[in-house]
């Protein structure tokens, strides 16, 4: 199983430009390497969340982009995560307009699974309404797969709940950048401690590879990158992460890595230990 990291710099307001800059990165990673099977792109990737007025990308994201993303897919016969599209939800109960929104394109062009980001960044909760559904997974030719979105990361709670649901392959699209928090003022390397640490024990946790897509720029705008494919067991595949302007990358997984889940599972017993009647916290 190849996957392509695509961290791609993303134009804060040229929804436009951004689509064809993710053409590009995937035609670019498919003409360099004809067996990728899935390529992943970063969170938001029309257009920053902040934006005063978002409704100009928002519109189309669905009806536009989604189907054009769908039929670059369907032309090159690839599996495509176009990291999330932020969409208009003007029925939402709380009266937020926006939903986040990650989607899994297969070889055909069609739509296999959804996710909807259910945990929010504190800046972007005035204007998205997070997932109402439980997590879940869907069935890929990658066996039982899953998305989570960036901040998700921070908690181990969904990683377990797929875990339960015996999943296979996480995807995570992202926009985590160093400068979010004032952790700075502590250590101006945070964030990246934290992703550096986090994404391989949650690969552990939940039992699955977990290909996180980080959004790609200028590490002095604070963005740092970190992008990889974690297992269990394996940790980091390749010793591969991303610094933030590196290119993107292709990620062999190789055909046995889901002898490696196996064997974390006989090894930690993870999933066994939580579907026993008698183990509680």
């Known amino acids: 199983m190849k996957v392509a990291l695509l961290?791609?710099?993303?134009?804060?307001?040229?929804?436009?430009?951004?689509?064809?800059?993710?053409?590009?990165?995937?035609r670019t990673a498919v003409a360099g390497d004809p067996a990728i099977d899935l390529a992943v792109l970063p969170e938001f990737l029309l257009g920053n969340p902040e934006l005063p007025e978002p409704t100009n990308f928002s519109e189309t994201a669905e009806h536009e982009y989604l189907k054009r993303f769908q039929a670059l897919a369907r032309e090159l016969r690839i599996n495509l995560v176009p990291g999330t599209l932020s969409q208009l939800h003007p029925t939402s109960a709380d009266g937020l307009p926006l939903?986040?929104?990650?989607?899994?394109?297969?070889?055909?062009?069609?739509?296999?699974?959804?996710?909807?980001?259910?945990?929010?960044?504190?800046?972007?909760?005035?204007?998205?309404?997070?997932?109402?559904?439980?997590?879940?997974?869907?069935?890929?030719?990658?066996?039982?797969?899953?998305?989570?979105?960036?901040?998700?990361?921070?908690?181990?709670?969904?990683?377990?709940?797929?875990?339960?649901l015996n999943v296979d392959l996480i995807v995570v699209p992202s926009y985590w950048l160093g400068n979010d928090g004032a952790g700075q003022s502590h250590n101006p390397d945070s964030e990246r401690e934290f992703l550096r640490h986090a994404l391989p024990t949650r690969a552990f946790e939940a039992g699955a590879a977990v290909v996180y897509v980080n959004v790609g720029g200028d590490p002095d705008a604070g963005y740092i990158g970190l992008s990889q494919v974690a297992l269990p067991l394996v940790g980091v595949k390749d010793?591969?992460?991303?610094?933030?302007?590196?290119?993107?990358?292709?990620?062999?997984?190789?055909?046995?890595?889901?002898?490696?889940?196996?064997?974390?599972?006989?090894?930690?017993?993870?999933?066994?230990?939580?579907?026993?009647?008698?183990?509680?916290?």
Request: net charge negative.
């Open 7 to 26: 961290q791609i710099a993303i134009e804060h307001n040229n929804p436009e430009d951004n689509y064809l800059a993710a053409e590009r990165a995937v």
């Open 99 to 164: 939903v986040n929104i990650a989607y899994w394109i297969d070889r055909t062009g069609a739509v296999l699974g959804s996710y909807v980001k259910k945990n929010l960044w504190h800046p972007e909760r005035a204007r998205y309404t997070k997932g109402p559904e439980p997590h879940s997974v869907f069935e890929t030719e990658f066996g039982r797969t899953a998305f989570l979105i960036c901040w998700d990361v921070m908690f181990a709670e969904p990683f377990l709940m797929l875990s339960d």
């Open 239 to 281: 010793d591969v992460v991303l610094g933030p302007t590196d290119p993107p990358r292709v990620i062999d997984l190789g055909d046995n890595w889901k002898e490696v889940l196996a064997d974390a599972e006989r090894i930690y017993k993870i999933r066994a230990d939580r579907s026993d009647d008698a183990w509680h916290y």
